[in-house]
């Protein structure tokens, strides 16, 4: 069974920061990843986005860039996801997600292009 595991969310204080982890129990080499975010709500966002290990393309939506840095070991079959000054606006559930690395990137914030999906870890940003 292909699943993908979300951890390292938690609550934080205003301009604290947290590393979340996406681990496979397949191995991730093929496939691009993407984070998303749901805040009660709102629909899911693309957050960002990392091609596969032939790639070295990576996206952020515009509120996290400067903050938010992905990045992939395959060896571990994990994708990180590291947030630094993090603000109230940034709480939501966090998704991680596997896509074919053939598709456009430019369509990275899609939800419907992305394939396997994890169950979600909580981020709650607050004093």
């Known amino acids: 069974q292909l699943q993908l595991v979300e951890s390292g969310g938690g609550l934080v204080q205003p301009g604290g920061s947290l590393r979340l982890s996406c681990t496979a129990s397949?191995?991730?080499?093929?496939?691009?990843i993407g984070w998303f975010r749901q805040a009660p709500g709102k629909e899911r966002e693309g957050v960002s986005f990392i091609s596969n290990s032939d790639g070295t393309s990576s996206n952020y939506t515009d509120s996290v860039k400067g903050r938010f840095t992905i990045s992939r070991d395959d060896g571990k079959n994990t994708v990180y996801l590291q947030m630094n000054s993090l603000k109230p606006k940034d709480t939501a559930i966090y998704y991680c997600a596997t896509r074919n690395p053939l598709l456009d990137e430019t369509t990275w914030g899609r939800p419907p292009t992305y394939d396997h999906w994890g169950q979600g870890t909580q981020v709650t940003v607050s004093t």
């Open positions: 397949f191995s991730l080499d093929y496939y691009a």
